[in-house]
């Protein structure tokens, strides 16, 4: 052969190739038609083509359609306004039959209001699922730089979605990976693998689910039993960097979400339209594990997550944040209201025991706590508690109104070190002693102060064998005989033991009366006076008496009590001082002896 000819012959090879691989524009609709006839006998869904239609042979034989609309043949679902993508079979096509093997939807409008709104949306889909269709299904489905609608509104809509979705027919297996924006964050799917056609026939089918965000993951795989009531039976994980973040960005109002850290939730579960339930789950908030069961019921007028769960440290400190906020940075209660309170979309109740919970700065031992939200109430009971050596136990409610919260709490202690407790609440160091008692306080209002402000109820104490430290009221007391006026130089920096210190505390619209006693052997002291919810403020007079048979018959040694909870002063009267003093005290009856003046007149 010449190399003349070998060189044609090259030459018309190349150019054949060239014409297999560059895309031909067809002028009629005879293609497109084969294409849109399959669609219509496998899946019942219209194609009309308004734009360009191309065809390439190699180096897969391939067809383009642009500007098409695809439709159900009962309008459910809708496409258009994107550039459909087709690869052909080899085997028909040398036949001279055009099927379609893969399509690619790109840049679509695709719209299933329709289809969600359906009256019977359930049984639309098994009958699609279910029906036999003479045409050839397509292996592959990809959908890029498209919009799935299915509601009115930006949450309503799948934007920029990328997917890629393979049927396998021998088992009846679609494989789904992809990626899109719902309400403004990227979602992606590594693997969602169903079986609709098993489930529109009710057989048991396989699923697995591997998807999440930029702050929320879920890994599930299980089995579906079909039937009427779909019952699901599976493992896996479910986690989320913040609670917080993910009820706000899916709109899933979960309870005390605003005081929760990141959390997850994993173990086998079982779910059916009534509950989702966890018989051994495995829950982390945050650095805390808990472990027992969980469910989520549906049977109610509210959806009801309920659980029982155990620690071995428990860490409740973000639950204590609404309570720091309710004073400001100066120490004063917050003017700040709390506006309008939105309802959770549903209900909690939870009980929990730790071998170890920590509430802000108290840790509590063995703690079971009872944790319970309803519509517009959210409440706290602790059974019962080790703290400091000794017990508690109590109770705290919070109810919502409009933009009014009441606050009810309740608590009984016993055999408490009641310098330890003060220790871990920053407060100083200035009384010792085991310390028992109860307390009831209740208030209303749109604003922490003024919850103080309308607070009422009541409180009890009683410390045994205890010490008030940097007050020496014995030894001013032992003083007073020699030195009465100069007692008030001795009282600073001693202790004052006792044997039993008790005092009572009733609240009535923020303002408080005091009244309480200290007995020991060496002395007996009286206390009344006021204390200011609102304003913080104490004005308390204390007596303190000799217990000496020698001594009780003289005046008492009389305190003021006086200031702001954090800074209270105790200064000794001057009165009572003088009263003691042989030498001072006729200066007290010439004074009681002075004329009064009349109102207006001039004494010389």
Request: a positive charge; aromatic letters at 6%; charged letters at 20%.
């Amino acid at each position: 052969m010449s190399r003349r000819l070998v060189l044609i012959l090259a030459l018309a090879v190349l150019a054949a190739m060239a014409a297999a691989v560059a895309p031909w524009t067809l002028t009629t609709g005879g293609m497109a038609g084969s294409v849109a006839r399959q669609l219509d006998e496998a899946y019942g869904l219209k194609v009309e083509v308004l734009g360009r239609s191309t065809i390439a042979i190699l180096p897969i034989p391939r067809v383009k359609f642009e500007n098409v609309r695809i439709a159900a043949r009962d309008g459910s679902i809708k496409a258009e306004g994107g550039t459909l993508r087709g690869e052909l079979r080899w085997l028909p096509l040398l036949a001279g039959r055009i099927e379609v093997d893969e399509i690619a939807l790109a840049d679509a409008r695709i719209d299933i209001a329709g289809a969600v709104q359906a009256p019977n949306p359930i049984s639309a889909l098994r009958a699609f699922f279910i029906a036999e269709r003479p045409g050839k299904p397509v292996r592959r489905l990809i959908l890029t730089g498209s919009t799935l609608r299915w509601a009115p509104g930006w949450d309503g809509a799948l934007e920029n979605l990328q997917t890629v979705a393979n049927w396998y027919t021998s088992d009846e297996r679609i494989v789904l990976a992809g990626a899109a924006h719902w309400r403004g964050e990227r979602i992606e799917v590594s693997e969602l693998i169903v079986s609709p056609r098993r489930w529109a026939a009710n057989k048991p089918w396989p699923f697995v689910v591997n998807a999440g965000n930029s702050f929320a993951r879920a890994s599930l795989a299980g089995t579906v039993e079909g039937g009427p009531d779909l019952l699901v039976n599976a493992s896996g994980t479910f986690e989320a960097k913040s609670l917080r973040d993910f009820a706000r960005w899916s709109a899933i109002d979960i309870p005390l979400a605003s005081l929760m850290q990141a959390g997850s939730v994993q173990g086998r579960f079982t779910a059916d339209h009534r509950r989702f339930s966890w018989p051994a789950a495995v829950v982390h908030l945050g650095k805390n594990r808990l472990d027992g069961s969980l469910a989520i019921r549906f049977d109610a007028e509210r959806p009801v997550v309920s659980g029982t769960l155990a620690a071995d440290q428990l860490d409740l400190s973000n639950f204590a944040t609404p309570f720091t906020r309710a004073r400001s940075a100066a120490g004063f209660w917050s003017y700040e209201e709390f506006g309008s309170l939105t309802p959770p979309v549903c209900d909690l109740d939870l009980r929990l025991s730790a071998s170890d919970a920590q509430f802000g700065a108290v840790t509590l031992g063995d703690a079971a706590l009872n944790l319970t939200a309803r519509a517009n109430q959210v409440e706290i009971w602790l059974g019962r508690a080790g703290l400091r050596g000794g017990t508690v136990k109590g109770r705290l409610a919070l109810a919502a109104s409009g933009n009014q919260v009441e606050v009810r709490s309740q608590a009984n202690f016993e055999n408490i070190d009641l310098a330890a407790a003060l220790a871990d609440l920053g407060h100083p160091h200035w009384i010792t002693g085991q310390a028992s008692g109860q307390f009831a306080l209740e208030g209303s209002g749109r604003s922490p102060r003024e919850i103080v402000r309308h607070s009422k109820g009541h409180a009890r104490i009683a410390v045994r064998d205890g010490e008030l430290v940097g007050i020496g009221f014995g030894d001013a007391l032992k003083r007073l005989e020699k030195r009465p006026l100069a007692a008030s130089l001795d009282w600073r920096g001693g202790r004052t033991p006792f044997d039993l210190a008790q005092g009572a505390l009733t609240v009535t619209g923020g303002a408080g009366e005091i009244v309480a006693s200290m007995n020991s052997a060496a002395l007996n002291a009286e206390v009344a006076g006021n204390a200011s919810l609102v304003d913080r403020f104490l004005a308390m007079k204390t007596q303190v008496q000799s217990s000496a048979p020698a001594l009780s018959a003289l005046p008492p040694l009389v305190f003021d009590v006086r200031g702001g909870w954090d800074d209270v002063a105790v200064i000794p009267d001057a009165r009572s001082l003088i009263e003691r003093s042989g030498a001072a005290k006729p200066l007290l009856r010439i004074d009681s002896l002075a004329p009064v003046a009349a109102p207006g007149a001039v004494t010389r």
